[in-house]
Protein backbone atom coordinates (compact mmCIF):
# COMPACT_ATOMS: atom_id res chain seq x y z
CA UNK A 1 0.00 0.00 0.00
CA UNK A 2 1.00 3.13 -0.62
CA UNK A 3 0.69 5.95 1.99
CA UNK A 4 2.09 8.51 -0.11
CA UNK A 5 -0.56 8.11 -2.77
CA UNK A 6 -2.97 8.87 -0.08
CA UNK A 7 -1.77 11.90 1.45
CA UNK A 8 -4.14 13.91 -1.31
CA UNK A 9 -3.02 17.39 -0.43
CA UNK A 10 0.58 16.89 -1.90
CA UNK A 11 -0.96 17.08 -5.13
CA UNK A 12 -2.16 21.06 -4.19
CA UNK A 13 1.86 21.96 -3.35
CA UNK A 14 3.99 22.71 -5.93
CA UNK A 15 6.25 19.88 -6.89
CA UNK A 16 9.26 21.58 -5.25
CA UNK A 17 7.36 21.82 -2.11
CA UNK A 18 6.16 17.95 -2.74
CA UNK A 19 9.69 16.81 -2.29
CA UNK A 20 10.07 19.21 0.28
CA UNK A 21 7.12 17.53 2.37
CA UNK A 22 7.96 14.29 1.33
CA UNK A 23 11.16 14.44 2.92
CA UNK A 24 9.94 16.06 5.74
CA UNK A 25 7.85 12.97 6.35
CA UNK A 26 10.25 10.47 5.59
CA UNK A 27 12.47 12.03 8.51
CA UNK A 28 9.57 12.75 11.27
CA UNK A 29 8.23 8.90 10.75
CA UNK A 30 12.61 7.58 10.80
CA UNK A 31 12.91 9.73 14.01
CA UNK A 32 9.28 8.11 15.21
CA UNK A 33 10.14 4.52 14.46
CA UNK A 34 13.64 4.54 16.09
CA UNK A 35 12.36 5.62 19.18
CA UNK A 36 9.40 2.79 18.95
CA UNK A 37 12.03 0.40 17.64
CA UNK A 38 14.36 1.28 21.17
CA UNK A 39 11.31 1.20 23.23
CA UNK A 40 10.46 -2.31 21.97
CA UNK A 41 14.06 -3.31 22.24
CA UNK A 42 14.40 -1.89 25.76
CA UNK A 43 11.37 -4.14 26.78
CA UNK A 44 11.82 -7.36 24.69
CA UNK A 45 15.57 -7.65 24.62
CA UNK A 46 17.67 -5.62 27.10
CA UNK A 47 15.29 -5.54 30.24
CA UNK A 48 15.05 -9.88 30.18
CA UNK A 49 19.13 -9.70 29.37
CA UNK A 50 20.11 -7.41 32.26
CA UNK A 51 18.01 -9.53 34.63
CA UNK A 52 19.66 -12.86 33.70
CA UNK A 53 23.09 -11.33 34.03
CA UNK A 54 22.16 -9.92 37.19
CA UNK A 55 22.11 -13.77 38.58
CA UNK A 56 25.45 -14.82 37.62
CA UNK A 57 28.63 -14.55 39.62
CA UNK A 58 31.05 -12.70 37.11
CA UNK A 59 30.32 -9.26 36.18
CA UNK A 60 31.76 -9.38 32.41
CA UNK A 61 28.54 -10.32 30.97
CA UNK A 62 26.84 -6.75 32.51
CA UNK A 63 29.80 -5.19 31.09
CA UNK A 64 29.04 -7.35 27.58
CA UNK A 65 25.78 -5.78 27.50
CA UNK A 66 26.90 -1.91 28.28
CA UNK A 67 29.73 -1.79 25.92
CA UNK A 68 26.68 -3.25 22.62
CA UNK A 69 24.32 -1.26 23.27
CA UNK A 70 25.93 1.64 21.11
CA UNK A 71 26.16 -0.78 18.35
CA UNK A 72 22.88 -1.38 18.98
CA UNK A 73 21.09 1.98 18.67
CA UNK A 74 23.28 2.53 15.59
CA UNK A 75 21.90 -0.85 14.16
CA UNK A 76 18.20 0.26 15.40
CA UNK A 77 18.52 3.75 13.36
CA UNK A 78 19.18 1.62 9.91
CA UNK A 79 16.89 -0.68 10.49
CA UNK A 80 13.96 2.33 11.18
CA UNK A 81 15.30 3.97 7.93
CA UNK A 82 14.81 0.27 5.77
CA UNK A 83 11.23 0.03 7.95
CA UNK A 84 10.32 3.58 6.47
CA UNK A 85 11.05 3.60 3.47
CA UNK A 86 9.04 0.54 2.81
CA UNK A 87 6.07 1.91 4.15
CA UNK A 88 6.41 5.31 2.41
CA UNK A 89 6.90 5.41 -1.56
CA UNK A 90 9.36 7.87 -2.05
CA UNK A 91 10.14 7.11 -5.13
CA UNK A 92 13.08 4.63 -6.64
CA UNK A 93 15.77 6.95 -6.44
CA UNK A 94 15.26 7.36 -2.37
CA UNK A 95 14.38 4.73 -2.16
CA UNK A 96 17.82 2.60 -3.33
CA UNK A 97 19.82 5.94 -1.39
CA UNK A 98 18.25 5.43 1.98
CA UNK A 99 18.24 1.23 1.61
CA UNK A 100 22.06 1.79 1.20
CA UNK A 101 22.71 4.28 4.29
CA UNK A 102 20.41 2.02 6.59
CA UNK A 103 22.42 -1.66 5.52
CA UNK A 104 25.72 0.57 6.11
CA UNK A 105 24.84 1.44 9.53
CA UNK A 106 24.16 -1.87 10.52
CA UNK A 107 27.50 -3.34 8.50
CA UNK A 108 29.13 -1.16 10.23
CA UNK A 109 26.93 -1.33 14.19
CA UNK A 110 27.39 -5.19 13.56
CA UNK A 111 31.50 -4.81 13.34
CA UNK A 112 31.54 -1.71 16.36
CA UNK A 113 29.94 -4.09 18.31
CA UNK A 114 32.80 -6.96 17.14
CA UNK A 115 35.29 -4.64 18.11
CA UNK A 116 33.19 -4.08 21.70
CA UNK A 117 33.12 -7.57 22.47
CA UNK A 118 36.79 -8.40 21.32
CA UNK A 119 37.65 -5.63 23.57
CA UNK A 120 36.30 -6.91 26.77
CA UNK A 121 36.58 -11.18 25.77
CA UNK A 122 40.13 -10.29 24.39
CA UNK A 123 42.76 -12.94 23.72
CA UNK A 124 43.94 -14.70 27.04
CA UNK A 125 46.51 -17.02 27.51
CA UNK A 126 44.57 -19.74 29.20
CA UNK A 127 41.53 -19.38 26.48
CA UNK A 128 43.70 -19.41 23.58
CA UNK A 129 45.07 -22.49 24.92
CA UNK A 130 42.31 -24.20 25.97
CA UNK A 131 40.57 -23.15 22.86
CA UNK A 132 43.42 -23.60 20.12
CA UNK A 133 46.05 -25.89 21.87
CA UNK A 134 48.83 -23.64 21.70
CA UNK A 135 50.60 -21.00 24.52
CA UNK A 136 51.83 -17.77 23.43
CA UNK A 137 53.65 -15.26 26.12
CA UNK A 138 51.73 -13.01 28.08
CA UNK A 139 53.50 -9.80 26.57
CA UNK A 140 52.65 -10.42 23.19
CA UNK A 141 48.82 -10.52 24.10
CA UNK A 142 48.57 -6.60 23.41
CA UNK A 143 50.62 -6.42 20.03
CA UNK A 144 48.00 -9.62 19.29
CA UNK A 145 44.98 -7.72 20.47
CA UNK A 146 45.61 -4.80 18.44
CA UNK A 147 46.49 -6.49 14.96
CA UNK A 148 42.89 -8.28 15.27
CA UNK A 149 41.29 -4.71 16.60
CA UNK A 150 42.52 -3.87 13.04
CA UNK A 151 42.26 -6.69 10.97
CA UNK A 152 38.34 -6.28 12.20
CA UNK A 153 38.51 -2.59 11.44
CA UNK A 154 40.02 -3.78 7.85
CA UNK A 155 37.04 -6.01 7.21
CA UNK A 156 34.52 -3.59 7.98
CA UNK A 157 35.33 -1.44 6.25
CA UNK A 158 35.84 -3.53 3.02
CA UNK A 159 31.99 -4.77 3.45
CA UNK A 160 31.18 -0.93 3.95
CA UNK A 161 33.02 0.06 0.75
CA UNK A 162 31.12 -2.87 -1.11
CA UNK A 163 27.96 -1.75 -0.35
CA UNK A 164 28.23 2.02 -1.40
CA UNK A 165 29.33 0.04 -4.54
CA UNK A 166 33.11 0.62 -4.33
CA UNK A 167 35.56 -1.29 -6.54
CA UNK A 168 37.99 -3.05 -3.64
CA UNK A 169 39.55 -5.08 -5.59
CA UNK A 170 41.09 -1.72 -7.41
CA UNK A 171 41.43 -0.01 -3.72
CA UNK A 172 43.21 -3.29 -2.51
CA UNK A 173 45.74 -2.98 -5.74
CA UNK A 174 46.28 0.84 -5.11
CA UNK A 175 46.53 0.21 -1.26
CA UNK A 176 49.05 -2.38 -1.94
CA UNK A 177 51.15 -0.03 -4.38
CA UNK A 178 51.16 2.63 -1.60
CA UNK A 179 51.90 -0.12 1.03
CA UNK A 180 55.31 -1.39 -0.50
CA UNK A 181 56.48 2.02 -0.95
CA UNK A 182 55.82 2.47 2.56
CA UNK A 183 57.16 -0.50 3.75
CA UNK A 184 60.02 0.81 1.76
CA UNK A 185 60.43 3.71 3.93
CA UNK A 186 59.80 2.39 6.94
CA UNK A 187 62.25 -1.05 6.59
CA UNK A 188 63.58 -0.76 9.73
CA UNK A 189 60.59 0.03 11.95
CA UNK A 190 58.97 -3.06 10.44
CA UNK A 191 62.43 -4.61 11.08
CA UNK A 192 62.08 -3.30 14.98
CA UNK A 193 58.14 -4.86 15.06
CA UNK A 194 59.57 -8.80 13.74
CA UNK A 195 62.05 -7.99 16.26
CA UNK A 196 59.85 -7.69 19.10
CA UNK A 197 57.91 -10.24 18.19
CA UNK A 198 60.87 -12.53 18.12
CA UNK A 199 62.13 -11.66 21.67
CA UNK A 200 58.42 -12.06 22.76
CA UNK A 201 58.00 -15.22 21.34
CA UNK A 202 61.59 -16.81 22.01
CA UNK A 203 61.70 -15.35 25.58
CA UNK A 204 65.30 -14.67 26.21
CA UNK A 205 65.37 -12.14 28.67
CA UNK A 206 62.07 -10.44 30.83
CA UNK A 207 61.71 -7.17 32.22
CA UNK A 208 64.14 -6.73 35.21
CA UNK A 209 66.88 -9.71 34.08
CA UNK A 210 70.38 -8.78 33.91
CA UNK A 211 72.16 -9.18 30.18
CA UNK A 212 74.91 -9.06 28.41
CA UNK A 213 75.62 -8.29 24.71
CA UNK A 214 78.33 -7.32 22.26
CA UNK A 215 76.81 -3.64 22.49
CA UNK A 216 75.01 -3.19 26.12
CA UNK A 217 74.84 -4.91 29.23
CA UNK A 218 72.44 -4.13 32.55
CA UNK A 219 68.94 -4.39 33.45
CA UNK A 220 66.15 -4.64 31.21
CA UNK A 221 63.20 -1.62 31.85
CA UNK A 222 61.55 -1.77 29.12
CA UNK A 223 60.27 -4.00 26.28
CA UNK A 224 58.58 -1.92 23.59
CA UNK A 225 57.47 -2.78 20.13
CA UNK A 226 60.36 -0.36 18.26
CA UNK A 227 62.96 -0.72 21.15
CA UNK A 228 63.82 -2.04 24.47
CA UNK A 229 65.41 0.06 27.21
CA UNK A 230 68.53 -1.30 29.38
CA UNK A 231 69.65 0.57 32.23
CA UNK A 232 73.51 -0.28 32.74
CA UNK A 233 75.67 -0.33 35.62
CA UNK A 234 76.71 3.16 35.67
CA UNK A 235 73.02 3.91 35.44
CA UNK A 236 73.33 5.01 32.12
CA UNK A 237 69.59 4.27 30.34
CA UNK A 238 70.20 2.51 26.49
CA UNK A 239 67.65 2.17 23.46
CA UNK A 240 68.61 -0.61 21.95
CA UNK A 241 66.36 -1.42 18.45
CA UNK A 242 64.54 -4.78 18.71
CA UNK A 243 66.07 -5.84 15.11
CA UNK A 244 69.44 -5.59 16.60
CA UNK A 245 68.53 -7.09 19.94
CA UNK A 246 66.66 -9.79 18.38
CA UNK A 247 69.98 -11.04 16.03
CA UNK A 248 72.44 -10.22 18.91
CA UNK A 249 73.94 -12.99 21.52
CA UNK A 250 72.34 -12.43 24.77
CA UNK A 251 73.55 -13.53 27.92
CA UNK A 252 70.94 -13.82 30.71
CA UNK A 253 72.48 -13.48 33.98
CA UNK A 254 69.16 -13.76 35.76
CA UNK A 255 68.52 -17.28 34.65
CA UNK A 256 71.59 -18.81 36.27
CA UNK A 257 70.31 -21.62 38.59
CA UNK A 258 73.99 -21.75 40.15
CA UNK A 259 77.12 -20.15 39.87
CA UNK A 260 80.46 -21.74 39.31
CA UNK A 261 83.52 -21.61 41.41
CA UNK A 262 87.24 -22.37 39.77
CA UNK A 263 90.57 -21.32 41.15
CA UNK A 264 93.53 -22.86 42.12
CA UNK A 265 95.36 -22.57 45.86
CA UNK A 266 99.30 -22.96 45.50
CA UNK A 267 100.89 -24.06 48.48
CA UNK A 268 104.44 -24.20 49.18
CA UNK A 269 107.05 -26.92 48.16
CA UNK A 270 107.69 -27.86 52.20
CA UNK A 271 104.36 -29.57 52.21
CA UNK A 272 104.66 -33.00 52.63
CA UNK A 273 102.51 -35.37 50.50
CA UNK A 274 100.77 -36.44 53.58
CA UNK A 275 99.57 -32.75 54.49
CA UNK A 276 98.48 -32.42 50.70
CA UNK A 277 96.57 -35.73 50.90
CA UNK A 278 94.96 -34.72 53.72
CA UNK A 279 94.35 -30.68 52.48
CA UNK A 280 92.40 -31.85 49.52
CA UNK A 281 90.32 -34.88 51.42
CA UNK A 282 89.27 -31.70 53.96
CA UNK A 283 88.75 -29.41 51.15
CA UNK A 284 86.63 -31.95 49.39
CA UNK A 285 84.52 -33.28 51.81
CA UNK A 286 83.66 -29.41 53.68
CA UNK A 287 82.22 -28.85 50.12
CA UNK A 288 80.15 -31.57 49.59
CA UNK A 289 78.79 -30.96 53.38
CA UNK A 290 77.70 -27.68 52.57
CA UNK A 291 74.05 -27.42 51.80
CA UNK A 292 74.11 -24.92 48.96
CA UNK A 293 77.25 -26.45 46.87
CA UNK A 294 75.97 -29.30 44.62
CA UNK A 295 78.13 -32.31 45.70
CA UNK A 296 78.14 -33.62 41.96
CA UNK A 297 79.91 -30.69 40.90
CA UNK A 298 82.91 -30.78 43.43
CA UNK A 299 86.57 -30.94 42.24
CA UNK A 300 89.09 -31.00 44.25
CA UNK A 301 92.88 -32.31 43.04
CA UNK A 302 96.41 -32.08 43.23
CA UNK A 303 96.95 -31.38 39.24
CA UNK A 304 100.45 -29.55 39.09
CA UNK A 305 103.71 -28.57 40.59
CA UNK A 306 104.36 -25.24 39.71
CA UNK A 307 107.14 -22.77 39.02
CA UNK A 308 107.03 -21.88 42.82
CA UNK A 309 103.75 -23.70 44.14
CA UNK A 310 102.13 -27.30 44.80
CA UNK A 311 98.81 -26.73 43.11
CA UNK A 312 95.42 -27.69 43.74
CA UNK A 313 92.07 -27.35 41.43
CA UNK A 314 89.08 -26.39 43.51
CA UNK A 315 85.74 -26.28 41.21
CA UNK A 316 81.97 -26.55 42.44
CA UNK A 317 78.92 -25.21 41.55
CA UNK A 318 76.85 -23.00 44.40
CA UNK A 319 73.36 -23.03 44.16
CA UNK A 320 72.78 -19.14 44.77
CA UNK A 321 71.55 -17.49 41.59
CA UNK A 322 71.27 -14.19 43.33
CA UNK A 323 75.18 -12.50 42.76
CA UNK A 324 75.08 -10.72 46.02
CA UNK A 325 74.49 -14.07 48.00
CA UNK A 326 76.67 -16.03 45.66
CA UNK A 327 79.48 -13.54 46.96
CA UNK A 328 78.59 -13.59 49.96
CA UNK A 329 78.77 -17.78 50.18
CA UNK A 330 82.16 -17.76 48.38
CA UNK A 331 83.72 -15.76 50.92
CA UNK A 332 82.82 -17.78 53.43
CA UNK A 333 84.08 -21.02 51.83
CA UNK A 334 87.50 -18.87 51.31
CA UNK A 335 88.19 -18.61 54.64
CA UNK A 336 86.95 -21.90 55.55
CA UNK A 337 89.61 -23.06 53.38
CA UNK A 338 92.13 -20.86 54.81
CA UNK A 339 91.26 -22.55 57.86
CA UNK A 340 92.51 -25.83 56.54
CA UNK A 341 95.88 -24.55 55.59
CA UNK A 342 96.28 -23.25 58.77
CA UNK A 343 95.20 -26.03 60.85
CA UNK A 344 97.05 -28.33 58.44
CA UNK A 345 100.55 -26.37 59.46
CA UNK A 346 100.60 -25.62 55.14
CA UNK A 347 101.66 -22.15 53.63
CA UNK A 348 99.92 -20.10 50.83
CA UNK A 349 102.76 -20.14 47.77
CA UNK A 350 103.48 -17.17 46.13
CA UNK A 351 105.77 -16.45 42.69
CA UNK A 352 109.27 -16.24 43.57
CA UNK A 353 112.36 -17.22 42.07
CA UNK A 354 115.49 -18.93 43.87
CA UNK A 355 119.09 -18.72 42.51
CA UNK A 356 122.01 -20.95 43.02
CA UNK A 357 125.71 -19.69 42.82
CA UNK A 358 128.30 -22.47 42.10
CA UNK A 359 132.08 -21.88 41.57
CA UNK A 360 133.70 -20.22 38.70
CA UNK A 361 135.89 -22.45 36.40
CA UNK A 362 138.89 -21.93 37.80
CA UNK A 363 138.18 -20.89 41.00
CA UNK A 364 139.85 -24.04 43.22
CA UNK A 365 139.29 -22.26 46.73
CA UNK A 366 137.48 -19.16 48.41
CA UNK A 367 141.27 -18.14 49.50
CA UNK A 368 142.19 -17.61 45.29
CA UNK A 369 141.53 -14.17 44.15
CA UNK A 370 139.05 -13.82 40.87
CA UNK A 371 140.45 -12.67 37.60
CA UNK A 372 139.18 -10.41 36.33
CA UNK A 373 136.87 -12.14 33.71
CA UNK A 374 135.53 -13.86 36.29
CA UNK A 375 135.14 -10.23 38.26
CA UNK A 376 132.85 -9.22 35.25
CA UNK A 377 131.48 -12.19 34.40
CA UNK A 378 130.12 -12.07 38.81
CA UNK A 379 129.89 -8.12 38.73
CA UNK A 380 132.23 -7.80 42.01
CA UNK A 381 134.46 -4.70 41.62
CA UNK A 382 138.38 -4.29 42.50
CA UNK A 383 139.20 -3.68 45.90
CA UNK A 384 140.54 0.10 44.36
CA UNK A 385 137.83 0.71 43.27
CA UNK A 386 135.29 -0.01 46.40
CA UNK A 387 137.83 1.92 48.13
CA UNK A 388 137.37 4.71 46.03
CA UNK A 389 133.09 3.90 46.41
CA UNK A 390 133.96 4.13 50.03
CA UNK A 391 135.68 7.33 50.24
CA UNK A 392 132.93 8.96 47.69
CA UNK A 393 130.50 7.66 50.13
CA UNK A 394 128.88 6.26 46.95
CA UNK A 395 128.26 2.48 48.25
CA UNK A 396 130.10 0.06 50.09
CA UNK A 397 130.91 -3.40 49.34
CA UNK A 398 127.34 -5.09 49.74
CA UNK A 399 125.70 -2.40 47.99
CA UNK A 400 127.62 -2.71 44.80
CA UNK A 401 127.78 -6.47 45.57
Given at each position: MNIIEQLTFLNDLPPFMQDIVINLILLIVSIVMILVLRRVLTLILVRPMRSVARRTNTAID?????????PIRIAVVGLALIITVNLFNFGPEMQQITETIARTLIIGAGFYALIKVFGIVSLRPDVFKRVTGLSIPERLLPFLNTVVKYLIVALGAIFILQ???FDVAALIASLGVVGIGISLASQDTVANLFGFAAIVTDNPFEVGDFIKTPDVSGVVEQVGMRSTRVRQLDQALVTVPNNLLSNAVVLNWSRLQKRRINFTIGLTYDATSQQIKAFVHHVREMLKEAEDVDPETVVVHFVEFGASSLDVLVICQVLLPDWGEFTARKEQLYLEIMEIVENLGLGFAFPSQSVYIENMPGVTSPEQPLTMTQR???????EDEVKSNQAD???DVEDQT
Amino acid sequence: MNIIEQLTFLNDLPPFMQDIVINLILLIVSIVMILVLRRVLTLILVRPMRSVARRTNTAIDDTLIDEVLPPIRIAVVGLALIITVNLFNFGPEMQQITETIARTLIIGAGFYALIKVFGIVSLRPDVFKRVTGLSIPERLLPFLNTVVKYLIVALGAIFILQELNFDVAALIASLGVVGIGISLASQDTVANLFGFAAIVTDNPFEVGDFIKTPDVSGVVEQVGMRSTRVRQLDQALVTVPNNLLSNAVVLNWSRLQKRRINFTIGLTYDATSQQIKAFVHHVREMLKEAEDVDPETVVVHFVEFGASSLDVLVICQVLLPDWGEFTARKEQLYLEIMEIVENLGLGFAFPSQSVYIENMPGVTSPEQPLTMTQRRMLRIPKEDEVKSNQADGTGDVEDQT
